[in-house]
């Protein structure tokens, strides 16, 4: 893409709530910013987080990391009209002060900040929406937020063409469709392949891991060999244990929490499983299949399809069908030479997201700022 004048490094600046979870935006950030700083761009993450906060993923010591020092635990927003306008206030301080060529925001909420606290300054915010819209509630005032400022974004980026879809033109001056990326850690280890059926996610109940546990269920008899290691941490970890040992499957379904470490999961998986009722993209998924994991998904909105073909690379269910969930995972267990059949194509197939392809997208966002400021 075109550089800026000599003397002149392009600037950017990330925004999203925080680096210190394990989630698929954070990990995405990263990534992007490590690329761009690896050229020599002055990139800076901007997180409404607590100074200190370390960060999950890795993130290259080039990198500018400006913490506000508020918590993004979402009770704090509605405190106050006081505590909404502190956001605002503290992140058009920042924006001022890096005088960025191009604003990135992640998420809803975050999104809506961004474009409040850039409006007047003429800095091109770029909205990124990592989940599915129609399923996500924000309630009545963030909608009607979002409804008002995404036509004052410079741009919108979805990771799915459906997810594009769902906001209309008005909304999406500009927009680029941009899939996560398939990036292993270097760390990993070799994978043991035990017989462990492994899922990822936020306890929540987007993930559908209510679903996943009925599915085990079904036909954790006939599979006295294979356990359930459910990765992860988030408010539905009581109820899902108390799920589980309704279900009779204590001592066989495991919820370990988060992993010490990106991936860890991976190394001990012998089949993944998404059981998610919806999704914005599930790089979870891309993850193991970039593994060499055999997959079962369910195809639910957003991501699965674009990344599995289903017999092919991976196995596709009904979204939301528990009983053909059971019977994919069924399959899947009993025979071995299926198992290395999808999980040998599942890792061909992740070759189409790979870093080069999905920071040629960003790059093309990035240009479009370059462009319009030189107006």
């Given amino acids: 893409m075109e550089e800026q004048p000599a003397g002149r490094r392009v600037r950017v600046a990330i925004v999203l709530p925080g680096l210190g979870v394990a989630g698929g935006s954070e990990r995405a950030a990263s990534l992007i910013a490590n690329s761009w700083a690896e050229r020599g761009w002055h990139v800076t993450i901007i997180t409404l987080e607590r100074t200190g906060t370390p960060a999950y993923h890795a993130i290259a ?30 992140l058009r301080r920042e924006f001022l002060r890096l005088s960025p060529d191009v604003v990135i ?23 990124s929406e990592r989940n599915n819209a129609e399923m996500q509630a924000f309630g009545p005032v963030w909608t009607v937020l979002r409804r008002y400022l995404y036509p004052r974004a410079f741009g919108l980026v979805t990771m799915t063409k459906g997810a594009m879809e769902q906001f209309p033109s008005e909304q999406r001056a500009r927009s680029w469709v941009i899939p996560n990326e398939a990036n292993l850690p270097t760390s990993l280890r070799k994978k043991s392949g035990q017989k462990i059926l492994a899922a990822v996610g936020r306890l929540v109940p987007q993930k559908g891991f209510d679903l996943l546990l009925e599915a085990f269920a079904g036909i954790s008899g006939s599979h006295p060999d294979w356990s359930l290691v459910i990765w992860g941490d988030g408010p539905e970890r009581a109820r899902l244990e108390a799920k589980r040992d309704e279900l009779g499957l204590h001592g066989r379904v495991h919820l370990p929490g988060v992993t010490e470490r990106p991936g860890l999961w991976i190394e001990s998986a012998g089949v993944f ?76 197939s992740a070759r189409r997201f790979t870093h080069p392809r999905v920071m040629a997208g960003w790059d093309q966002v990035v240009q479009s700022a370059l462009e319009y400021n030189k107006q």
């Fill in 105 to 127: 925001s992640f998420l809803t909420r975050t999104n809506v900040l961004s474009v409040l606290a850039a409006l007047g300054t003429n800095i091109p915010v770029v909205v």
């Fill in 273 to 348: 499983v998404l059981s998610s009722r919806y999704e914005g993209w599930g790089i979870v998924l891309l993850e193991a299949m970039a593994a060499g994991l055999p997959v079962v998904s369910f195809d639910c909105r957003f991501g699965p399809r674009e990344m599995i073909t289903d017999e092919e690379d991976g196995l596709l269910v009904a979204n939301g069908d528990i009983n053909a969930l059971s019977v994919a995972l069924s399959r899947l267990l009993d025979d071995g030479s299926l198992r290395r059949r999808l999980g040998g194509a599942a890792a061909i």
């Fill in 61 to 90: 010591p080039n990198v500018e990391i400006a913490r506000l020092g508020l918590p993004p635990d979402r009770t704090v927003w509605f405190r106050a009209a006081s505590s909404f306008a502190d956001r605002v206030r503290l």
